[in-house]
């Protein structure tokens, strides 16, 4: 490579811009960004260049698409290989890089600098399509025609500082575009040289089209849908029966579709009379039934009246041979004699009427060498007539070759008693029409050449097999398939893993019906290195007809948008991530509107305020503060708002509008501003710290109620100082001593929360002592009195009692104060560890629990297993006598469903919000409850029977509320006295 932005290889060795990540790739613009002296720009060498612009270049130059950058204040150029074809092999390239644009496009200056103007002032982007720009490359100034689009690159501080140029150049399409409409003018013009009438009917509704002309013809209304009845009225009454008989036959699966008849019509309103021959054919489905019948019609007036003149007579053949507005010539004799010629023969032969007489090739020598000589023979011996359509006869006029089209009838001629004299040829000069149907073909091959160039996949397919006959190397490349894989064999035959997917009833539709089909993101599994992989396209497809608008195939065009798809997917994970982050965290989220002063809330949110609707005014937000936060909350927008940082951190007290439960919110919220820096909201979240400052506030109690206790001690002390100045030295001691205490208080209270558990230890030890000793005083003294082992039974009955309080306080503490490590339990194999633990009272009580199919959940074991195991055991305890006191068996029944959120019972709160939750019930055949009891028997210590009557410590309903409230649940229970309970069990999904 050469030239101004060439280096040597020690030069490169020395470029500062090869070590940078963002200029790797890129192929030939790739290697001369990298070698280009930046220095001597307003740019400076890279490793001065803002991030925006280091990671637009990275994206442009390794695109496989065209783009161009225009870049700081003189819109210096930068472009990638994709780009560069478009500058021509002598022009810009590669002199564009780096120089300010006005530099580069002087010629177009004018029309793109408006359009960088408009992206950098922070208006829309641009759009344009087929836009006709010039520019010099070549060597010379061409007419280029664009699509393109301008959006503007942001710096760091957000404000434009480049345009990002997008484009395509479509020279090619416009180009091929306006031959296609030439071709189709020119088509329509040949139509009309014929002077034939064309005509379109749709059977199923009896309505057809038709030109000017055949209306003309028929006495018609220019109506644009003509019923066939009106037409049929205007043929002559000889012909209207076999002309609708022939009408009905070509309609007939059976035969063919081919129409071709001769008849006379007279025109209702100028009474004239023609002699037409129609030409058509009739168009079928798959099921045989016809849905299109077209054709054209002749007026054959002259020519029919011509042929019955010759069969009248042999004098009225000269006649109609001179007079007919064909080319018409009879040829007598073996040696073809020119007997007759009419002016319009002659002068297509170029001729004049001093030919008569002589043979045919004698003053044509050039058709010697042409099929027409034999095949006027061939008519003259057999007597068999031969016509010819778009037949091509080559004429030497004025020393040069020149191929002329007709369609040719030669017609043998006899004399009344049958003997052939000669040989009647008619022609109709159809060069236009051949010609322009020669345009209309070249068309299709241009059409063909664009498809195999599109910068997008494109492929046509034919028939209902769906038969690919062309496709461009981007479409194979969304196949995976070579070429001789797919071309001229049915799509779903070279690509079996399509099927299935709905494509073939897509497909279908549109060949049938002929209406377009468009979609974004259609997902399609595609083979790829043998695996199956999804990928997702931009999809058109429509039909490709016929020149008389028959459904010849399919056109596809695609776009792979697979990346985009896959990117947005993984933005909507983070998304779903971001929310059950917040879900399990248990935090609410908010969001306050600056210009309408409205908070809209999270469910959560809703449910700590006790609104109905998500959207509040923020006066009503600040109405359901406790009434010592409201007067310093209602400045509060205001201030977080417009203060430099724009954050706000707040902890405050809500009354419930519903059930007036008191919640303290800690809030946490961030300002979003737009693009011109003001303030528009602020987004944050709030985490309820009522449980954490209730106990704060408790532990503060405490520790004033001890240091207060401390300070009586220390004014005593101080008293008796006066009294004991002698031990003034021991009382320092103790003072000291004292204030060491006090701080192992203060450390004591901190730990609070152990203290149930530690004490629950401690006090284990003395009471397996007292049951110790108790039992061997029983050993000891078993001949004693019964009202000493009277008060040995009630020492030891007590410290039983004793132990398994503390033993339910120690599993209370822990669960208070453990933390769940979730992971999968399986409900049933807790059920069944808990029967296991229970087999003793079970056998006892002959208890039959019957269990059905529950649920896995995220969660802790021996929390869930202790939940489930009190469940069991109280629906054993508390089971009801008979009639002779004798207990009943117990009945308990576990069975598992699902609930959404709002299919809840009002009085269940969960302590974690989801849109699913698992419903477990055990139901007993017990004692049962007074429901108003319901939220009593869930808190600790609380009983509804004395100890005498049924034994327990009250804490094992309050564990199960623990446990379930651990797990982001909740429980509840319904039940009537003497009717059963049944406890539910809300745990998250």
């Known amino acids: 490579m050469t030239g101004k932005n060439s ?229 002559a009454e000889k012909d209207r029966e076999r002309v609708a008989t022939a009408i009905e036959r070509a309609l007939e699966y059976s035969s063919g579709g081919h129409y071709d008849i001769e008849y006379t019509i007279l025109n209702p309103t100028t009474q004239q009379s023609r002699i037409v021959r129609a030409k058509g054919k009739a168009w079928f489905h798959d099921d045989q039934t016809s849905y299109r019948f077209n054709g054209t019609l002749q007026d054959i007036t002259e020519q029919a009246t011509a042929q019955r003149k010759v069969a009248e007579s042999e004098l009225q053949s000269r006649s109609l041979v001179e007079q007919s507005p064909v080319r018409t010539v009879l040829l007598t004799g073996e040696e073809m004699i020119i007997t007759r010629a009419n002016e319009p023969v002659l002068r297509s032969w170029g001729k004049d009427a001093s030919v008569i007489g002589r043979p045919l090739l004698e003053v044509l020598p050039e058709m010697q060498g042409q099929p027409f000589p034999k095949l006027l023979a061939d008519v003259y011996a057999t007597g068999k007539p031969y016509t010819a359509s778009d037949a091509p006869v080559t004429y030497i006029r004025d ?40 345009r209309l073909e070249e068309s299709e091959r241009k059409l063909r050449s664009i498809i195999l160039q599109s910068p997008v ?13 062309i496709a461009n190397e981007r479409m194979f490349e969304i196949w ?64 490709v007809r016929e020149g008389d608008g028959t459904i010849y195939g399919l056109m596809q065009v695609a776009i792979d948008v697979t990346e985009q798809v896959i990117a947005r997917q993984q933005i909507e994970a983070a998304e779903s991530t971001l929310r059950n982050a917040i879900d399990l965290a248990e935090l609410g989220t908010w969001s306050y509107d600056i210009a309408t002063r409205r908070m809209t809330y999270s469910q959560r949110m809703l449910d700590w305020y006790g609104f109905d609707k998500p959207v509040v005014p923020i006066e009503e937000m600040i109405d359901a503060f406790d009434v010592p936060d409201q007067a310093r909350h209602k400045r509060i927008p205001d201030h977080f708002v417009w203060n430099d940082e724009g954050v706000v951190d707040d902890e405050h007290a809500i009354i419930n509008h519903r059930t007036g439960i008191q919640y303290i919110i800690h809030s946490v919220g961030k300002r979003i501003e737009n693009d011109a820096g003001i303030a528009v909201r602020i987004e944050g979240t709030s985490r309820d710290v009522t449980l954490e400052r209730n106990m704060q506030h408790m532990l503060e109690r405490q520790v004033q109620e001890r240091t207060e206790e401390l300070e009586a001690i220390n004014e005593e002390l101080a008293a008796n100082n006066e009294e004991l100045a002698a031990a003034s030295e021991e009382v320092e001691e103790a003072n000291r001593g004292l204030e060491e205490a006090n701080l192992h208080l203060t450390r004591s209270n901190q730990n609070l929360e152990q203290f149930a558990y530690i004490a629950s230890h401690d006090l284990q030890e003395p009471l397996r002592k ?32 004793m132990s398994l309080l503390i033993k339910d306080l120690l599993s209370f503490s822990r669960i208070s104060t453990r933390q769940v490590e979730p992971y999968s339990v399986a409900l049933n194999n807790v059920i069944e560890e808990a029967q296991d633990n229970l087999s003793v009272i079970i056998e006892e009580s002959n208890a039959h629990i019957q269990v059905g199919i529950l649920p896995t959940v995220q969660g802790d074991k021996i929390q869930l297993s202790q939940l489930f195991q009190n469940l069991l055991s109280n629906a054993i305890k508390f089971s009801r006598r008979a009639q002779a006191s004798a207990p009943m068996v117990p009945q308990i029944i576990i069975q598992a469903s699902q609930l959404r959120t709002e299919d809840l019972p009002a009085s269940v709160k969960p302590t974690r919000q989801t849109r699913m939750y698992h419903h477990i019930e055990v139901k007993d055949n017990g004692i049962g409850f007074d429901e108003k009891y319901t939220d009593r028997i869930f808190q600790v210590f609380q009983r509804l029977h004395s100890k005498n009557e049924f034994a327990g410590t009250g804490i094992g309903l309050a564990i199960c509320h623990k446990v379930a409230a651990n797990h982001g649940g909740a429980i509840t229970a319904t039940s009537q006295p003497g009717q059963g309970s049944t406890f539910s069990v809300y745990l998250p999904i």
């Open 480 to 543: 995976n398939r070579s070429p001789e894989a797919i071309l001229n064999k049915p799509i779903f035959e070279s690509l079996p893993e399509v099927k299935g997917q709905g494509f073939e009833a897509l497909l279908h539709h549109v060949y049938t019906t002929g209406e377009i089909y468009r979609a974004n993101e259609l997902p399609v599994t595609l083979s790829r290195n043998g695996e199956l992989r999804k990928m997702y396209l931009n999809l058109v497809c429509e039909t």
């Open 770 to 801: 007292i049951q110790q000793f108790g039992d061997l005083l029983r050993r000891r003294y078993t001949n004693s009195s019964d009202e000493e082992l009277l008060y040995l039974e009630r020492m030891q009955s007590a410290a039983s009692r």
């Open 7 to 235: 280096l040597t290889s020690e030069e490169n060795a020395h470029n500062p811009a090869r070590s940078y990540s963002f200029l790797a790739g890129g192929g030939e613009m790739g290697a001369l960004t990298r070698a280009l002296d930046w220095s001597k720009t307003a740019l400076n060498t890279p490793d001065t260049w803002p991030q925006s612009l280091r990671t637009t270049l990275s994206i442009l130059l390794n695109s496989k698409f065209p783009m161009f950058l225009f870049w700081g204040e003189q819109h210096l150029c930068f472009y990638n290989d994709a780009y560069r074809p478009s500058l021509g092999n002598e022009g810009k390239h590669p002199l564009a890089l780096g120089q300010p644009g006005d530099q580069v496009w002087p010629e177009i200056w004018d029309f793109i600098k408006p359009l960088i103007d408009q992206v950098l002032s922070g208006q829309e982007a641009t759009w344009s399509e087929d836009q006709l720009l010039p520019i010099y490359r070549n060597g010379r100034l061409e007419d280029v025609y664009w699509t393109f689009s301008y959006s503007p690159v942001s710096d760091e501080s957000g404000n434009p500082a480049g345009v990002f140029v997008t484009c395509t150049e479509t020279t090619q399409k416009v180009k091929t575009f306006a031959q296609l409409i030439e071709s189709k003018t020119q088509l329509e013009f040949a139509i009309e040289a014929t002077e034939l009438g064309t005509w379109d009917l749709n059977p199923v509704t009896g309505k057809f089209i038709g030109n000017d002309r055949l209306k003309e013809w028929f006495g018609l209304p220019p109506e644009a849908e003509i019923p066939l009845t009106w037409a049929i009225d205007v043929i």
């Open 399 to 438: 020393g040069l070759k020149d191929v002329s089209y007709y369609d040719l009838t030669y017609q043998p001629m006899q004399t009344t008693s049958g003997v052939i004299y000669g040989v009647l040829s008619t022609a109709v000069d159809v060069t236009e029409k051949v010609k322009a149907r020669m």
């Open 457 to 469: 996949a494109m492929s046509i397919s034919r028939g209902a097999s769906h038969i690919v006959e």
